[in-house]
């Protein structure tokens, strides 16, 4: 009976051993993908940044060389593409540091829902501006055009508006997911 008894014992610590080590290999996995989901977040920021600062000098060859348009318009264009980069440093900011996904959970939970909430709240800040934006280029080129030409640019420019905002909503959207199945994993591990 004392031989049963010690020989299921043993058992049992091998059983706990392997749970053990099941547990690491777990927290590991979720680790590294939450890792390069802020990974892809990140990469997302930089391009958008990478196209914004193109913008400035492309939009002053754009706006003011080839169609005339104001000077300050092209400022105000160059203002918000550095507003953008702005806000893309800032809230990526902190998903960029190593350790974040090293430490305590509950701390990147909330750094990671933090950004995920600015990146939500950026929405209402760009989208006035954009449409602001949009109004002030129409005005220029009605002032700019003939009515004829008019007629041409703008059937064009509302197609480019329009593909710009799907464009825009489908990385908002698609960020927005990735910082759901960030802080996803982060609870399932949380629960573990």
């Known amino acids: 009976?004392?031989?049963?008894?010690e020989n299921m014992r043993q058992q049992m610590a091998i059983l706990q051993e392997k749970l053990n080590k099941q547990t690491i290999v777990d927290d590991r996995?979720?680790?590294r993908a939450i890792k390069r989901g802020m990974g892809s977040i990140n990469k997302r920021y930089l391009i958008i940044s990478i196209i914004a600062l193109a913008m400035i000098p492309y939009g002053y060859w754009a706006f003011v060389a080839i169609n005339g348009l104001s000077i300050p318009l092209w400022i105000a264009s160059s203002v918000m593409m550095l507003m953008v980069v702005a806000f893309s440093y800032f809230n990526g900011r902190s998903l960029r540091n190593p350790q974040l996904t090293e430490g305590n959970l509950h701390d990147t939970m909330r750094q990671v829902a933090a950004a995920k909430r600015r990146d939500s709240n950026w929405m209402w800040i760009g989208i006035p501006m954009a449409m602001a934006w949009a109004v002030w280029v129409g005005w220029e080129m009605a002032?700019?055009?003939s009515s004829e030409e008019f007629k041409f640019f703008m059937p064009f420019f509302i197609i480019c508006l329009v593909a710009g905002i799907l464009i825009g909503l489908a990385v908002h959207f698609k960020t927005q997911r990735h910082y759901r199945e960030i802080l996803d994993q982060?609870?399932?591990l949380d629960e573990e």
């Open 1 to 5: 009976m004392d031989n049963e008894l």
């Open 186 to 188: 982060i609870e399932d």
């Open 29 to 31: 996995a979720i680790r």
């Open 143 to 145: 002032q700019k055009l």
